[in-house]
């Protein structure tokens, strides 16, 4: 840009003061023609690797952020407002977009291109680049007082972007839940009120924008005629050479424009940086791997030594809580304080005990969502941290209270348990969990379709599809909680009898909530206050024979 202003001041200097012909000219002007298609080809150059460079970068943290989620595990997910960690990880990632392509490279181009343009007009006319120098300030000081505006309107855009997110598609599934109890029409109002506050701050961030801009290209043009005149004075009273001075006036507007493109990008840029604020937030979110805050809770308690052993894949392992401690935050009590628990090899352990007592908690530690901030997990005498979670999660299967099915077919949420697996796979853990009475009642059999949470299904039939995934699965360790909550006493009496079936062979926690359960354990613990307060069997504890009144007084909280 440089060199065709000059080489252009130069053409004009020779052919209208010089009297130069075009032969004369003709280096002159291929100079221009080839300075022009450089610009072009840099230009070129310059939008191309921005897009190339936002977009493997949007890739690669939209790739980690979803890997981080994942290995947060449902601790973390259960805290969150769905809608927004879908808005995050969408139009979150999406947002960085003008950031990375085009506020960030505008940066480096504001600090350079003015720098390099001041010093090729210090050198043709040192009055002129003072008068540029004087003038410069105007624009970043004006860019850092509306900065801040910009940027807390810009984050309150963010904010109610993600709101609207959370609660639309909170609405969207609790849709039938509002039909059934008139409450939909109050929603929709709901959602239009949040959609206007989300379009008048928009407005608004727009509005401080289209000012902004207005007062950008105000200052550029007036620093720009500032030195217009003082060129135009001198020139008039022969104080500067003509060629000189075209020159200055050509790299002028250049000297202001890379200013003027960084106050066009910034307030686009802002909504990115936003996003990137939210994108940390989760990426730097303590994992059950690290949690930090849980070692400091008692930090003057230190794990007590575990037996070494060998762990034999593929076969049912002997799990030993030993002394577990685990707290959520050092403000909070702790969920685990002295937890110990043998679990044989092949056994059936089921945890009982009020609401808040521990038992889920105990669960996700086993299944490595958590880690222990105290004490330890001992599969066959070796420590369960000593294992990659991903190597121990992949022997053990998990049967909830509520499965989790995904949008796809009968077939693919089946087949998450083992990708890859043959039909005779699939048809046979299909039997085992009471599966294929399902499927010949549905329209297209394996091929249904069912929807996100499995809202095409029944509560039954949607355990029966965990239920199949399990045996699919064919893991050593089974964790169960509570398979059989909220299900009609049919779709129980199959789902009780292939659980009988599935928990053969294996070692399995077994969360209980409702006798007909913890009645089939080989052993059931009660759990008050973080820890195993009595232990025995079934018959001991009177659980079965209709001795319910003790177990149930300890659901309660009496024990």
Not at 119 to 136: E, H, Q
Not at 200 to 217: H, W
Request: hydrophobic fraction near 50%; glycine fraction near 10%.
């Amino acid at each position: 840009m440089i060199g065709q202003a000059w080489l252009l001041s130069s053409a004009i200097d020779a052919a209208f003061l010089r009297g130069a012909d075009l032969r004369a000219l003709g280096p002159i002007l291929l100079g221009i023609a080839g300075a022009a298609a450089l610009r072009a080809a840099a230009a070129w150059g310059h939008e191309v690797l921005a897009q190339r460079f936002s977009a493997s970068v949007r890739l690669a943290v939209r790739d980690r952020l979803l890997r981080r989620i994942l290995a947060l595990g449902p601790r973390f997910a259960s805290g969150e407002r769905v809608g927004e960690l879908a808005n995050t990880l969408v139009g979150g990632v999406e947002a960085l977009d003008p950031y990375l392509a085009q506020y960030l490279p505008q940066v480096v181009l504001a600090g350079l291109v003015p720098l390099l343009v001041w010093v090729a007009v210090l050198r043709a006319d040192p009055l002129s680049a003072l008068v540029l120098l004087l003038t410069f300030p105007l624009i970043p000081l004006f860019m850092w007082l509306i900065g801040g505006a910009a940027q807390e309107r810009t984050r309150r855009q963010w904010v109610t972007l993600s709101r609207l997110a959370a609660r639309f598609l909170d609405a969207l599934q609790g849709l039938p839940t509002l039909r059934a109890f008139g409450r939909a029409g109050d929603e929709a109002e709901a959602i239009a009120r949040a959609s206007e506050g989300h379009r008048e701050v928009t407005m608004g961030v727009l509005r401080l924008a289209f000012v902004s801009a207005l007062v950008l290209e105000a200052l550029a043009t007036l620093g720009t005629a500032i030195v217009a005149v003082e060129l135009g004075l001198r020139l008039l009273y022969a104080r500067v050479a003509f060629r000189e001075a075209l020159l200055v006036l050509f790299l002028a507007p250049e000297f202001y424009r890379p200013l003027r493109a960084l106050g066009s990008a910034f307030h686009a840029g802002m909504a990115g940086k936003e996003a990137a604020g939210r994108i940390a937030e989760v990426l730097e979110a303590p994992g059950p791997l690290a949690a930090p805050e849980v070692e400091a809770c008692h930090p003057e308690e230190p794990r007590p030594a575990v037996r070494r052993g060998v762990h034999r894949p593929g076969r049912p392992p002997t799990i030993a809580f030993e002394d577990v401690r685990f707290a959520y935050d050092a403000a909070r009590p702790r969920a685990l304080d002295g937890f110990s628990l043998a679990l044989p090899a092949g056994a059936t352990v089921a945890l009982v005990g009020a609401s808040g007592a521990g038992k889920t908690t105990a669960a996700y530690l086993l299944m490595r969502f958590l880690e222990p901030g105290g004490g330890a997990i001992t599969v066959d005498g070796s420590p369960l941290e000593a294992l990659a979670p991903e190597e121990w999660r992949r022997r053990v299967a998990w049967v909830p209270q509520r499965p989790r099915l995904f949008h796809g077919t009968v077939r693919e949420n089946v087949a998450l348990a083992r990708p890859g697996a043959s039909d005779a796979e699939l048809a046979e853990a299909a039997a085992r969990g009471r599966l294929d009475v399902v499927l010949q009642g549905l329209p297209r059999g394996w091929e249904t379709p069912v929807g996100e949470g499995g809202e095409r299904l029944s509560g039954g039939e949607a355990q029966r599809v965990a239920l199949a995934r399990a045996f699919l699965k064919d893991a050593p360790v089974l964790v169960l909680d509570e398979p059989t909550a909220h299900l009609d006493p049919a779709s129980e009496a199959a789902v009780v009898e292939a659980i009988e079936e599935l928990r053969k062979g294996r070692t399995v926690l077994l969360v209980g909530h409702r006798l007909t359960t913890v009645a089939r354990a080989d052993r059931v613990a009660l759990v008050a206050r973080g820890r195993v307060v009595e232990e025995g069997t079934p018959r001991e504890l009177g659980a079965t024979g209709g001795g319910y009144a003790r177990l149930v007084a300890a659901w309660q909280g009496a024990s």
